[in-house]
């Protein structure tokens, strides 16, 4: 079954320092997305990307959160100086449609951990 | 998004059913009701979604009441690897329409 590959899993950084977390969705998959999940804490949405744009963002996806699709196959969430607070799991997910008869299906996640 | 109400937990044994509720009473006429599961140390996984009828896959069931202010998440023998938090989720059929994440309901089988 296709699934939603994220690298790497596990990532530690110094507050501050910028970081690049990396997803490959399910290749016919058109409509990608990041959500996060601090720890004990609900599933959140951050953004959603359609056609090389951003389709919508949260008000957590501030100026510090940036997403690309650099090429054909990988779709990136960089956060540029990052925080304390940002320290979750981040999930990346695709679906093959953006309407509500749609499932998406998720990765495994990266665990981010800022000290 | 309507919102949904699930218990916050519920207990089950090995290899028997298990009917997880959700309450939607607010739910609009085209909007679909969506199950998510979240094993632990896991991302959220698909695991069916309805409209009016009931649905079934290799998965789970889903029974839609006639009214559709409830639903009812159907497991048909579970098995320990069953053990997750399990989300009811409404999505409208909009075009902007993306999956909100509620609590869920935390489901544990004992064996």
């Known amino acids: 079954e296709p699934e939603v590959t994220q690298t790497p899993s596990h990532q530690v950084t110094q507050m501050g320092q910028e970081v690049i977390l990396r997803c490959v969705p399910i290749?016919?998959?058109?409509?990608f997305y990041w959500y996060r999940q601090i720890l004990g804490q609900k599933v959140e949405f951050l953004v959603s990307?359609?056609?090389?744009?951003?389709?919508?963002k949260s008000e957590i996806f501030d100026d510090q959160f940036s997403v690309e699709r650099p090429d054909g196959s990988n779709f990136t969430l960089k956060i540029r100086s990052t925080k304390l607070e940002d320290s979750a799991m981040y999930f990346c997910?695709?679906?093959?449609?953006?309407?509500?008869?749609?499932?998406?299906?998720f990765g495994s996640g990266t665990r981010l951990t800022v000290v | 998004d309507a919102k949904t109400t699930q218990p916050n937990s519920m207990e089950s044994n090995e290899e028997e059913p298990v009917h997880l509720p959700c309450n939607h009473s607010?739910?609009?006429?085209?909007?679909?009701i969506h199950w998510y599961r979240q094993l632990p140390s896991q991302g959220p996984e698909y695991v069916i979604h309805?409209?009016?009828s009931n649905v079934n896959n290799r998965m789970a069931s889903l029974a839609i009441a006639e009214d559709r202010k409830s639903s009812t998440l159907i497991l048909h023998r579970a098995t320990l690897r069953d053990a997750a938090v399990y989300y009811c989720?409404?999505?409208?059929?909009?075009?902007?329409?993306?999956?909100?994440f509620g609590k869920g309901i935390t489901l544990s089988v004992r064996p």
């Open positions: 607010t739910i609009s006429g085209t909007d679909y």
């Open positions: 997910a695709s679906s093959l449609g953006q309407l509500a008869n749609y499932g998406y299906t």
């Open positions: 989720i409404l999505r409208d059929p909009g075009a902007n329409s993306k999956l909100t």
């Open positions: 990307f359609y056609n090389n744009e951003i389709s919508e």
């Open positions: 309805g409209l009016t």
């Open positions: 290749s016919n998959h058109l409509y």
